[in-house]
């Protein structure tokens, strides 16, 4: 016989057996629980009304009981709370009966009550908790419970009363919830800083600082003006809870409240919150963050970097012949692939990274705290994880792309769109020598103060902006007129080729639908008079429609490029750029 299988297979059992009948005692341990903490709130409340010996020695047996019998079942925190009144009542164990009467005049029997009820109220707090637990244990469906554990979400908890912020952790633990806590503002500051959080609920009376002074650190932080906040106060007060509904809160609970009305609010909140994000800040192909998020989370990131300085490495991205993909395989492969590749970019970067779809097959990666060398280091990585694994299957095929990316450190005085630009360079410099590789923007050099004055700067270019929208000529001007160039406005084609028989122009925005003269025809006037001075002019397209056929119509009368509305004013200025030489 094999005994060497036997005795751990009956270790085993006996371990079950053990564990079965803890469970089975700490269930009669909190259903007698229950029974005796509504005895001790009704003694305790006897006595404060009038104390009696009898009901004093009632309510010591209780809770010596408890202090005893709470850590067997490994309940050390009830044990606590009910050595904590043992001390209070250790006295009472020591009177007469005949002194009854004198209890009040002799015996601090009046302020004991008031702490008891105290350590009453956290016991009730426990037993909250021990029930869920056992509640926990006994449902075999792992989605059991608040409807909060679905969402995975970290919290920070701002409060100054300890034992609240004790048994709001674990009960928000139990709701599969990370939680970190704060007991004052300094504190709370210091883990916003450092941490990303879902939400924060919010004491207004701290000490020694209250938690107004949190609302106006969240107010004046860009990154953290949208975080979703709940206040927790212990006063009904109308013109608190105005107040704070003014300083931005989303929510406000009065103490006492029932964990289950607060898990209720914060999953509400949240829900809302992450179904926003998805409609307003997620591209609704790969999942990832859009153009728009992007914009707006660059410049904030470049604020904190203001206040904090560290370095911020920019990263741009476009698949090597994505094109090809389309033709041969048709876009519903295209975008297999598109989701694919963001996939394995936002599994292999780190939760602080910041990763957004550009554009088409473009996409662009923020990576704080992070220098050239490194940022260059990490992709290098990523690429080789990519191009080893298909990003993608279709009917039983596998498809494998690569990339070509530019990396650009961010400095001291560099616009968002020249930071975009010099990564955007980098990338083409890298399709450039061969695709598939990842290629650092150039450094800035310093000046050196002993080398001769610069050449003259060569004569501004000049560029023609032909459109009839008013607005858009204004907007495209205004965005554009810190380039060294001079830009010429016309309203309509009949214009613009008045003005082109005139003078020569480098470049011409031309928008494709426009009253008396269209777009598309003044292109073709210009490309076929071949001994016109504007023959060779460079034409960027742009146009309303997103018809394939109008684009290659575009093409194959001569434009050089060709954007469709809406469109990015970063991406419209790179190739801009490109079309005047200037990169």
Same mark, same amino acid.
């Given at each position: 016989?094999?005994?060497?299988?036997?005795?751990?297979?009956?270790?085993?059992?006996?371990?079950?057996?053990?564990?079965?009948i803890?469970?089975q005692?700490?269930?009669?341990?909190?259903?007698?629980?229950?029974?005796q903490?509504?005895?001790?709130?009704?003694?305790?409340?006897?006595?404060?009304?009038?104390?009696?010996?009898?009901?004093?020695?009632?309510f010591?047996?209780?809770?010596?009981?408890?202090?005893?019998?709470?850590?067997?079942?490994g309940?050390d925190?009830?044990?606590r709370?009910?050595?904590?009144?043992?001390?209070?009542?250790?006295?009472?164990?020591?009177?007469?009966?005949?002194?009854?009467?004198s209890?009040?005049?002799?015996?601090?029997?009046?302020?004991?009550?008031?702490r008891?009820?105290?350590?009453l109220?956290d016991?009730?707090?426990?037993y909250?908790?021990?029930?869920t637990?056992?509640?926990?244990?006994?449902?075999?469906?792992?989605?059991?419970?608040?409807?909060?554990?679905?969402?995975?979400?970290?919290?920070? %908890?701002?409060?100054?009363?300890?034992?609240l912020?004790s048994?709001?952790?674990?009960?928000?633990?139990?709701?599969?919830?990370?939680?970190?806590?704060?007991?004052?503002?300094?504190s709370?500051?210091?883990?916003l800083?450092?941490?990303?959080?879902?939400?924060?609920?919010?004491?207004?009376?701290?000490?020694?600082?209250?938690?107004?002074?949190?609302?106006?650190?969240?107010?004046?932080?860009p990154?953290?003006?949208?975080?979703?906040l709940?206040?927790?106060?212990?006063r009904?007060?109308?013109?608190?809870?105005?107040?704070?509904?003014?300083?931005?809160?989303?929510?406000?609970?009065?103490?006492?409240?029932?964990?289950?009305?607060l898990?209720a609010?914060?999953?509400?909140?949240?829900?809302?919150?992450?179904?926003?994000?998805?409609?307003?800040?997620?591209?609704?192909?790969?999942?990832?963050?859009?153009?728009?998020?992007?914009?707006?989370?660059?410049?904030?990131? %470049?604020?904190r970097?203001?206040r904090?300085?560290?370095?911020i490495?920019?990263?741009?991205?476009?698949?090597?012949?994505?094109?090809r993909?389309?033709?041969?395989?048709?876009?519903?492969?295209?975008?297999?692939v598109?989701?694919?590749?963001?996939?394995?970019?936002?599994?292999?970067?780190?939760?602080?990274?910041?990763?957004?779809?550009?554009?088409?097959?473009?996409?662009?990666?923020a990576?704080?705290?992070?220098?050239?060398?490194?940022?260059h280091?990490?992709?290098?990585?990523?690429?080789?994880?990519?191009?080893?694994?298909?990003?993608?299957h279709y009917?039983?095929?596998?498809f494998?792309?690569t990339?070509?990316a530019?990396?650009?450190?961010?400095?001291?005085?560099?616009?968002?769109?020249?930071?975009v630009?010099?990564?955007?360079?980098?990338?083409?410099?890298?399709?450039?020598?061969?695709?598939?590789?990842?290629?650092?923007?150039?450094?800035?050099?310093?000046?050196?103060?002993?080398?001769?004055?610069?050449p003259?700067?060569?004569?501004?270019?000049?560029?023609l902006?032909?459109?009839?929208?008013?607005?858009?000529?204004?907007?495209?001007t205004?965005?554009?007129?810190?380039?060294?160039?001079?830009?010429?406005?016309?309203?309509?084609?009949?214009?613009? %080729?008045?003005?082109?028989?005139?003078?020569?122009?480098?470049?011409?925005?031309?928008?494709?639908?426009?009253?008396?003269?269209?777009g598309?025809?003044?292109?073709?006037q210009?490309?076929?008079?071949?001994?016109s001075?504007?023959?060779?002019?460079?034409?960027?397209?742009?146009s309303?429609?997103?018809?394939?056929?109008?684009?290659?119509?575009?093409?194959?009368?001569?434009?050089?490029?060709?954007?469709?509305?809406?469109?990015?004013?970063?991406?419209?200025?790179?190739?801009?750029?490109?079309?005047?030489?200037?990169?």
């Open positions: 016989m094999n005994h060497t299988n036997l005795e751990p297979k009956s270790s085993r059992s006996e371990s079950d057996k053990d564990a079965r803890l469970r005692g700490r269930k009669l341990f909190i259903r007698e629980f229950e029974k903490l509504k005895e001790l709130e009704a003694l305790i409340g006897a006595v404060r009304a009038l104390p009696v010996v009898e009901d004093l020695n009632r010591y047996r209780i809770i010596h009981t408890l202090k005893g019998s709470a850590p067997i079942f309940y925190r009830i044990g709370l009910a050595e904590e009144l043992v001390r209070l009542w250790e006295w009472t164990q020591t009177i007469d009966p005949d002194q009854a009467l209890l009040t005049s002799t015996n601090p029997v009046q302020e004991n009550v008031e008891s009820l105290g350590l109220r016991m009730n707090m426990e909250d908790i021990c029930l637990e056992i509640q926990m244990d006994e449902q075999k469906d792992p989605t059991g419970g608040s409807m909060l554990r679905t969402l995975k979400s970290r919290l920070l %908890l701002v409060d100054d009363d300890e034992v912020r048994y709001l952790t674990r009960r928000l633990q139990l709701d599969d919830c990370i939680v970190d806590e704060a007991a004052d503002v300094e709370a500051i210091k883990l800083r450092t941490h990303t959080y879902d939400l924060v609920t919010l004491d207004l009376m701290m000490h020694p600082q209250s938690g107004y002074e949190l609302f106006e650190f969240l107010k004046e932080d990154t953290l003006k949208w975080l979703p709940i206040v927790l106060s212990g009904n007060d109308l013109n608190d809870k105005v107040r704070c509904f003014h300083l931005g809160a989303d929510d406000y609970v009065t103490k006492p409240f029932q964990y289950e009305e898990a609010r914060i999953y509400g909140l949240l829900k809302r919150t992450k179904n926003f994000e998805q409609l307003a800040f997620r591209d609704p192909l790969t999942g990832v963050f859009n153009r728009r998020y992007f914009d707006l989370q660059i410049g904030m990131e %470049l604020q970097i203001e904090y300085p560290a370095p490495s920019l990263v741009f991205i476009d698949i090597d012949y994505f094109k993909i389309n033709d041969t395989y048709g876009h519903h492969v295209g975008d297999l598109l989701q694919g590749l963001a996939h394995l970019l936002q599994t292999n970067l780190r939760s602080t990274d910041l990763l957004a779809r550009f554009g088409g097959e473009e996409f662009v990666i990576l704080p705290n992070t220098t050239l060398e490194q940022a280091s990490t992709m290098q990585n990523i690429l080789h994880i990519i191009s080893s694994n298909p990003v993608a009917e039983g095929k596998p494998s792309i990339f070509s530019g990396v650009a450190q961010w400095q001291e005085g560099l616009s968002v769109a020249d930071w630009s010099k990564a955007d360079e980098a990338m083409y410099q890298a399709k450039q020598q061969g695709r598939n590789r990842v290629l650092c923007a150039a450094a800035e050099k310093e000046s050196d103060p002993n080398k001769s004055a610069p003259p700067l060569p004569e501004k270019k000049s560029l902006i032909v459109d009839d929208d008013p607005i858009l000529r204004a907007i495209l205004s965005h554009l007129e810190h380039l060294p160039i001079a830009i010429t406005h016309a309203s309509d084609g009949e214009e613009a %080729l008045s003005l082109l028989q005139e003078k020569t122009y480098h470049a011409c925005i031309l928008d494709g639908m426009m009253p008396r003269l269209d598309f025809s003044l292109l073709d210009i490309k076929k008079d071949e001994r001075a504007n023959a060779n002019m460079k034409v960027l397209m742009l309303g429609k997103k018809k394939e056929d109008d684009m290659l119509k575009g093409y194959q009368m001569g434009a050089d490029d060709y954007m469709t509305k809406p469109f990015s004013l970063v991406e419209l200025e790179v190739r801009v750029k490109k079309l005047m030489n200037f990169i």
